[in-house]
C-alpha cells in the first residue's frame, strides 16, 4: 500500500487503522519531516508492520493506530523478535547498494526481503528495534540519493510527493535517543594479546595546546568519526566492534553504523570520566582559579578526560566555602574543554584510616554542616565507622549526592549498614581501609561482595598490586569499577597544607605516606590492559561509562545515538590519545 506525502500529513485518505489525528499531526509538523521521513520509508519498502506501527516506532511521537486489526498485531509481532543484531543488518544493504550500483527500483524488495529473512530470530526486543530499523531505512535511502540513484520515476509506484518530504527529513535522520540496536556487519574485537605487553609506567602529561576548558560547545555542522573499534554497547555489558563510523550532530551522537575500515586500527571510546581529581601537574583545584581552569582542562583533555570531579581533601570546615564557589564557577564556565560535573569532598568526616590526610582535621560527622553544602557537591566520601554514618548518608542521598565509604576501618557489618542505608561507592579500593582478612573482611570484602556497590580503583602499579587490579575486576566486573586517579598537584610539591615529593612512581610525604597520584586516566587504561590481563572493552568501561552511571549521568560514557558526543580517540597499538572530543568539538589533539 503506498500513500503520498500530503495524504499522509493530512491524515486524509488513510485507513482507520493508520489515521492521525489533528493533534498527531501537529506534531508531526513540529517535530519536523524525521519522524514523517521514517514512516514514509515504511511504505516505501512495503512493511506493513512498520507502517502500522506508525510514528512511536520512529521516534516515539505518537501511538499507533493499530487497533482491531488481527493482521497487523501478527506482523507487529513479528517485527518484535528481530535479534538486535540482525536488524541492523538493514543498514549494511545501504552500503552494498552504494557499492554494487543497485539499481534503486530494486531497494524495496531487496529490504523487504531481507526483513522477512530475519523473522526466525530469537531474541524479543520490541519496539527499541523497530525504532533504529527505521532510521537504518532512512540511512540507507541517504546512500541512495547521494548515488544519484533518487529521482521520483525511479521510485516505481511511490509519488513524488513521498521522495520530497523524505528529502526534507534528511539532516535529522538517524536521531534518536535510544541505544545502538545492533553490530552487523562489525566485527567484535579482542583484547590485545598478552605478548604485546609493555612496560606499564605511571602516565606522563604531552605537550598540548592551549583551549578554553568549560563545558562543550556544540558542533553546528554534522561531523564523522571513523575508526577500526569502537567500545558499543552490547546487551547488559559493552564490547569492542568495528570498523564504525559515528556521526555527530549539534554536540550529540546522532547515528552509529558499520563503514569500511579506515585502516588507521584506531580505537574510539566514550570519553573518560575521572570521578577523583585533586590536581594535575602543577595545579591544585583547592586552590584554583581564573585561567587555573583553563589550564586543567588541557590537561586532562590531553589525556582522554571529558568530564570530571575536582576532589577536595580534609580541611578546617571554614575552608570549603570558597573552594566549593570557584568550583561552581568553573563548572558553568563555557568553553570546549572537559565539563566539572561537581565536587567530590573526600573528607573530613572520615575514618581511622586517615591516610594522607591531616589526622587533627578528621571530625566527627556534622549533619547541619551537611545540610548546608551548596548543590555543587555531587560525591561524599565518608567513614562508615562514623557515629552518624546513617543519618549523613540518608541526608546526603535525599540531596542528590553520591555517598562513598572511604578512608576507613569499618567491620563488614558496618560498611554493609553504609550500603543499605544508600552508600554506593566505595573510594580507592584496597587503599586507606582494613585488609581483606578470613574472618574480617571490613570495608574491601563488603565492597567486593556487595553488587550494588562500585569500587574506585586508582591504577598506578603503586597503590594496587596488578594481580589485586584483575582480582577486583574478575570479581565486580567493569560495570562496578570506576578507574580513578587521584591525582594531586604533585610538581606544585604539596597537598593542601603537606608538602609531597614524587618518589618511586607516587607522591609521598615526609615519612613515605602515598599522597595521591601522578596517575593519568589514559595510562590507568593501560595499565590495567598490560600488568593486569583486564580486557580492553572492560579497561574503557570503567574508565567511562561505569563513573559516569555512578553520577546517575546517562549522556555520558556511552557511544550510542543520543548520548553527549565526548570522545576519545586512542592509537590501536599503544592506547595513547590521539584527539578527545567533548560535545563533537576537538578539545585536544597533538
Known amino acids: 500500500m503506498v500513500l503520498a506525502a ?37 511504505i516505501v519498502v512495503a512493511e506493513p508492520a512498520l507502517l502500522h506501527l506508525g510514528l512511536e516506532v520512529a521516534d516515539g511521537l505518537l501511538e499507533h493506530r493499530a487497533k482491531g486489526s488481527t493482521q497487523v498485531d501478527a506482523e507487529v509481532a513479528a517485527v518484535e523478535r528481530l535479534s538486535s543484531h540482525e536488524a541492523h543488518q538493514v543498514g549494511v ?148 566492534a568495528g570498523p564504525v563510523e559515528v556521526e555527530v550532530r549539534d554536540g550529540r551522537i546522532a547515528s552509529v553504523r558499520p563503514c569500511p575500515d579506515p585502516g588507521d586500527g584506531s580505537v574510539l571510546a566514550p570519553g573518560f570520566v575521572d570521578l577523583q581529581v585533586n590536581g594535575v601537574d602543577d595545579v591544585d583545584v583547592a586552590i584554583a582559579d581564573g585561567a587555573d581552569w583553563d589550564r586543567l582542562g588541557q590537561l586532562l583533555a590531553a589525556t582522554g578526560v571529558t568530564a570530571w570531579l575536582p576532589t577536595l581533601v580534609t580541611q578546617r570546615l571554614d575552608r570549603y566555602g570558597p573552594a566549593l564557589e570557584r568550583i561552581a564557577a568553573a563548572r558553568g564556565r563555557d568553553g570546549g574543554g572537559p565539563a566539572v560535573l561537581g565536587a567530590h569532598l573526600e573528607g573530613p568526616f572520615l575514618g581511622q584510616h586517615t591516610g594522607a590526610h591531616d589526622p587533627r582535621r578528621v571530625i566527627p560527622i556534622d549533619l547541619g554542616w551537611l545540610a548546608a553544602l551548596p548543590d555543587v557537591v555531587a560525591l561524599v566520601t565518608i567513614g562508615a565507622e562514623q557515629h552518624d554514618a546513617v543519618a549523613a548518608i540518608d541526608a546526603l542521598v535525599a540531596r542528590g549526592a553520591v555517598v562513598s ?109 602515598i599522597a595521591g597520584s601522578a596517575l593519568t586516566m589514559d595510562a590507568a587504561v593501560r595499565n590495567v590492559v598490560d600488568a593486569a590481563g583486564v580486557p580492553l572493552a572492560d579497561a574503557l568501561t570503567a574508565a567511562s561509562t561505569t563513573p559516569a552511571d555512578v553520577l546517575g549521568d546517562r549522556s555520558r560514557g556511552r557511544i550510542e545515538p543520543g548520548a553527549r558526543a565526548d570522545l576519545v580517540v586512542l592509537d590501536g597499538d599503544d592506547l595513547s590519545v590521539q584527539r578527545t572530543l567533548v560535545g563533537g568539538s576537538v578539545a585536544w589533539e597533538p
Open 6 to 42: 500530503d495524504q499522509l500529513l493530512d491524515g486524509e485518505g488513510v485507513a482507520p487503522e493508520q489515521a492521525l489525528d489533528e493533534g498527531q499531526v501537529g506534531e508531526v509538523r513540529q517535530h519536523g519531516t524525521e519522524a514523517a521521513d521514517h514512516q514514509l520509508l515504511g
Open 93 to 240: 544493504l545501504g552500503e552494498e547498494l552504494e557499492a554494487g550500483g543497485q539499481d534503486v527500483v530494486e531497494l524495496g524488495p531487496t529490504l523487504l526481503g531481507s526483513h522477512h529473512r530475519l523473522l526466525d530470530a530469537d531474541e524479543p526486543l520490541g519496539e527499541q528495534t523497530l525504532e533504529h530499523l527505521a532510521v537504518e531505512l532512512v540511512l540507507v535511502r541517504e546512500v541512495v540519493q547521494e548515488a544519484g540513484l533518487g529521482d521520483a520515476d525511479r521510485l516505481g509506484d511511490v509519488p513524488e510527493r513521498c521522495a520530497r518530504v523524505a528529502a526534507l527529513g534528511e539532516r535529522r535522520a538517524g536521531r534518536v535517543e535510544d541505544g545502538f540496536p545492533g553490530r552487523a556487519g562489525i566485527s567484535v574485537g579482542h583484547r590485545r594479546e598478552a605478548t604485546s605487553r609493555r612496560e606499564p609506567t605511571p602516565g606522563t602529561v604531552r605537550p598540548r595546546r592551549a583551549l578554553r576548558y568549560g563545558p562543550a560547545v556544540p558542533s553546528t555542522a554534522p561531523t564523522r568519526i571513523r575508526a577500526a573499534r569502537a567500545l558499543l554497547p552490547d546487551g547488559s555489558a559493552q564490547a569492542l
Open 405 to 513: 565509604i572511604g578512608h576507613s576501618g569499618a567491620t563488614f557489618e558496618r560498611a554493609a549498614e553504609a550500603f543499605d542505608a544508600g552508600a554506593t561507592m566505595v573510594t580507592h579500593l584496597f587503599n586507606a581501609m582494613g585488609p581483606l582478612h578470613q574472618r574480617e573482611p571490613g570495608v574491601a570484602g563488603a565492597a567486593l561482595a556487595d553488587d550494588r556497590v562500585t569500587a574506585g580503583l586508582i591504577a598506578d602499579l603503586v597503590h594496587v598490586h596488578p594481580a589485586l587490579l584483575g582480582t577486583a575486576f574478575r570479581t565486580k566486573g567493569a560495570a562496578r569499577i570506576a578507574l580513578v586517579t587521584d591525582a594531586v598537584a604533585w610538581r606544585a610539591g604539596h597537598l593542601a597544607a603537606a608538602s609531597v615529593t614524587l618518589v618511586d612512581g607516587a607522591p609521598r610525604l615526609a615519612d613515605g605516606t
